[in-house]
C-alpha cells in the first residue's frame, strides 16, 4: 500500500519561507517520478516542481528561482523548499508519487497522492 504524508505547511509573511517534506512508504523511490501540486481555492491543481529517478527536476515558471524540491532515497522523503514566499503561492500543497521513469507536471499522470498540507502566506 503506496501512503505519502506530507509535513510542514503553515502560515508565513510574504517574502517568508517553509520547508515542505513528503514521507514516502510503499514504493521504490528510486523507481519513481516524485512531485509537489498545488491547488488554490478556485483553482484547478497544478504542478510546482517534479523529481525523476534520474536526476532531473522540473520547475513551474512561477516558482523558478524560488523553490527547490529535493529527496533522499534511502530515506523514502520528498521536500520542498520555498522561498520569497508570495501571497499568491498559497495553496494547500500535495506530495504525489508516479512509478515511472516518464516525469512531467500533469496531475492526470501520478496515481498516488497525499492529503495535503495548507501554506498561507500573507502580505
Known amino acids: 500500500q503506496v501512503q505519502l504524508v506530507e509535513s510542514g505547511g503553515g502560515s508565513v509573511q510574504s517574502g517568508g519561507s517553509l520547508r515542505l517534506s513528503c514521507g514516502v512508504s510503499g514504493i521504490v523511490l528510486g523507481a519513481a517520478c516524485m512531485g509537489w501540486f498545488r491547488q488554490a481555492p478556485g483553482k484547478e491543481r497544478e504542478g510546482v516542481a517534479n523529481?525523476?529517478?534520474?536526476?532531473?527536476?522540473i520547475y513551474a515558471d512561477s516558482v523558478k528561482g524560488r523553490f527547490t524540491i529535493s529527496r533522499d532515497n534511502v530515506k523514502k522523503t520528498l521536500d520542498l523548499e520555498m522561498n520569497s514566499l508570495k501571497p499568491e503561492d498559497t495553496a494547500i500543497y500535495y506530495c504525489?508519487?508516479?512509478?515511472?521513469?516518464?516525469?512531467?507536471?500533469?496531475?492526470?499522470?501520478?496515481?498516488?497522492w497525499g492529503q495535503g498540507t495548507q501554506v498561507t502566506v500573507s502580505a
Open positions: 504525489a508519487a508516479r512509478p515511472s521513469d516518464a516525469c512531467d507536471l500533469s496531475s492526470s499522470r501520478f496515481p498516488y
Open positions: 523529481s525523476a529517478f534520474t536526476g532531473t527536476t
